[in-house]
């Protein structure tokens, strides 16, 4: 276990290139640094990908992140009913700048600008301004009607994986007041995470067929032909 690096460069052959020995359960990038979740944040030189090597860490009081996001020098974190926010910029030394409690149990986490978007789990989407890390603000937030597991931003709208819900479209071109424009319901799945690219977002999901379930990535292609979002499933793996 731990974090690989694999050369992608022919996609049809991956090829494992470095790996550092660990836990790992999440990884972000920035710059020549991996940032990769194990239950602590281990910050990881990749300048060179055969011998990556920890730089340092963060250990947060509770010890159970879920997920990070990076901007800058900063890193932000969900840790139990929390998201912590952690100076980077010198990795031997990463240290607190701010924490905002949340009510629900954190998942996901995405970035930007002044605003952290947070999936909250039955607590649905819950907005951020991080401007000040050391007075976090709530700005508003939208309860979904499944338990909000992640999240991730494209321009005016947040795309929430809902568990049982499926795929989620906020706007959030207000703050204060998200609402929901679009949704696309996975048949008897759960959804647990999302990337968006262009126009379509990628949706990981479970789909119980017996014990252990199956592991699928969905496609979904973003339509805004009737004014705001809304997904077709063009097909999934």
Not at 28 to 39: I, R, W
Not at 171 to 192: K, L, M, T
Request: charged letters at 15%; aromatic letters at 10%; glycine letters at 12%.
């Amino acid at each position: 276990g731990g974090l690989r690096i694999l050369d992608v460069s022919n996609p049809a052959a991956p090829t494992l290139v470095g790996v550092l020995v660990g836990y790992a359960r999440e990884v972000a990038l920035a710059g020549n640094h991996a940032y990769v979740h194990s239950g602590v944040l281990r910050i990881v030189d990749i300048s060179n990908p055969t011998a990556p090597a920890e730089v340092g860490f963060y250990d947060p009081p509770l010890r159970y992140v879920w997920d990070l996001a990076i901007a800058g020098n900063t890193a932000y974190v969900t840790d139990a009913y929390n998201l912590r926010v952690i100076d980077v910029s010198a990795p031997a030394s990463a240290t607190q700048t701010g924490f905002y409690s949340l009510p629900g149990l954190t998942k996901g986490v995405a970035v930007t600008g002044s605003y952290a978007y947070v999936a909250d789990s039955d607590k649905g989407l819950r907005i951020l301004d991080v401007s000040d890390p050391a007075a976090i603000t709530e700005l508003g937030f939208y309860d979904t009607p499944g338990s909000a597991r992640d999240v991730a931003v494209a321009g005016s709208y947040a795309y929430v994986a809902d568990f049982d819900r499926g795929l989620r479209v906020i706007d959030i071109s207000d703050p204060a007041a998200p609402v929901e424009v679009g949704f696309y319901d996975q048949p008897a799945g759960e959804s647990f995470s999302v990337a968006v690219v262009g126009d379509y977002a990628y949706l990981a999901d479970i789909t119980a067929t017996g014990v252990g379930g199956w592991r699928r990535v969905c496609l979904f292609y973003l339509s805004t032909a009737a004014g705001a979002p809304h997904g077709t499933d063009p097909g999934g793996w």
